[in-house]
């Protein structure tokens, strides 16, 4: 079983994805995490010294080497992940998709509370990240909409998720 979490930073990709994969007796991973770990650097060190082009890039490379090694998980992605290159596709063809939805008050109030490891936000206020959620959740909501699972990410029933995506794999 392969369970991609998608959706805005702060939508709870890894706290959620974590109590899934237990109840679904899978691997979790944290593809920025990942990342990080390839790198020997942060996403926030990566995003200030190489730019987002070159992460994108790294990003999409470490996608297909997790996906040639890895049978049995649930991988959170990064917040633009699915959004650059053939991710998408190359997502959607491995497993089953979600989408962790959150309206951009919720995200903002999340994201504040971990701005400093999220380099799309860094050294902004309150409104900015607002303003800055709106815009990329313009973006990139058509993109997470095409999950094989959208769910309102706010109080979340853990179960229930987990009951729906046990029925794609049937």
Do not use: W
């Not at 079983?1 to 237990?22: D, E, R, W, Y």
């Amino acid at each position: 079983m392969q369970v991609f979490l998608m959706g805005m930073p702060g939508s709870g990709k890894t706290t959620t994805g974590k109590k899934i994969a237990g109840k679904l007796n899978l691997n979790f991973f944290d593809l920025d995490q990942l990342i990080q770990e390839k790198n020997l650097a942060t996403v926030t060190e990566i995003f200030s010294s190489q730019g987002e082009d070159f992460f994108r890039s790294k990003e999409a490379e470490c996608l297909q080497l997790f996906l040639k090694s890895n049978k049995n998980f649930l991988l959170s992605l990064g917040g633009g992940t699915p959004c650059f290159f053939d991710n998408l596709k190359l997502i959607k063809q491995s497993g089953i998709s979600v989408y962790l939805k959150l309206n951009p008050e919720s995200l903002t109030q999340r994201i504040l509370h971990g701005k400093n490891t999220r380099p799309l936000f860094e050294g902004l206020d309150k409104r900015k990240i607002l303003e800055k959620t709106k815009q990329l959740l313009k973006q990139r909501e058509s993109v997470y909409q095409q999950a094989d699972i959208c769910i309102n990410a706010l109080n979340l029933d853990v179960n229930s998720l987990v009951i729906e995506i046990q029925s794609k794999f049937h």
